[in-house]
T-cell receptor, first 113, second 111 residues
Framework: QKEVEQNSGPLSVPEGAIASLNCTYS??????FFWYRQYSGKSPELIMS????GDKEDGRFTAQLNKASQYVSLLIRDSQPSDSATYLC?????????????FGQGTTLQVKP | DVKVTQSSRYLVKRTGEKVFLECVQD?????MFWYRQDPGLGLRLIYF???????EKGDIPEGYSVSREKKERFSLILESASTNQTSMYLC??????????FGDGTRLSIL
């Protein structure tokens, strides 16, 4: 059973702090890794993609990938109340190019003013 | 930008009805997906399609079928709606190793 694990939270951080969201995956052959943000009652929105080891930065967001440890994380700097949402980690496992993703259960982030 | 359009944001149907949920994408993607999302259960894959007329079962296909007659359109069919199919339904598309892009979702209530 291929799995993606996330801590469900809630993760509570004060406004302006760094929020750190973590995700582990089971399949060493995984190729592509994505972070989605989902507000309550809305659909998931892609915020970061990462394909190779290391860090990738986009504005206040940094994705970090460590394939040896099978670990991907998302850092949100200068957290804002508008960042309060559920963050889904998704992994494209194996060699198939069907685009099928395995999603984690999501981590709920609360940013308190 | 990728645009994935689901035909209805909210839908109310009765038990036993045949229900059609439509999804259209404008990016010529080969792969399309139908999920349902329920509180505490996360995203669960119902069916996906990797080409016209091709489909594969996901994790929870029972009670559902799909149709993909054209590349841009992927339909989810509830053959005989039941109350336990009340849920948020999400359609997504992708071109392969790229991320999936989601539609706005359809909140379906079966009475």
């Amino acid at each position: 059973q291929k799995e993606v694990e996330q801590n469900s939270g809630p993760l509570s951080v004060p406004e302006g702090a760094i929020a750190s969201l973590n995700c582990t995956y089971s399949d060493r052959g995984s190729q592509s890794f994505f972070w989605y943000r989902q507000y309550s009652g809305k659909s998931p929105e892609l915020i970061m993609s990462i394909y190779s080891n290391g860090d990738k930065e986009d504005g206040r967001f940094t994705a970090q990938l460590n394939k040896a440890s099978q670990y991907v994380s998302l850092l949100i700097r200068d957290s804002q109340p508008s960042d309060s949402a559920t963050y889904l980690c998704a992994v494209n496992m194996g060699s198939s190019n069907t685009g099928k993703l395995i999603f984690g259960q999501g981590t709920t982030l609360q940013v308190k003013p | 930008d990728v645009k994935v359009t689901q035909s209805s944001r909210y839908l109310v149907k009765r038990t036993g009805e045949k229900v059609f949920l439509e999804c259209v994408q404008d990016m010529d993607h080969e792969n399309m997906f139908w999920y349902r999302q329920d509180p505490g259960l996360g995203l669960r894959l119902i069916y996906f399609s990797y080409d016209v007329k091709m489909k594969e079962k996901g994790d929870i296909p029972e009670g559902y079928s799909v149709s993909r007659e054209k590349k841009e359109r992927f339909s989810l069919i509830l053959e005989s709606a039941s109350t336990n199919q009340t849920s948020m339904y999400l359609c997504a598309s992708t071109g392969g190793y790229q991320p999936q892009h989601f539609g706005d979702g359809t909140r379906l209530s079966i009475l």
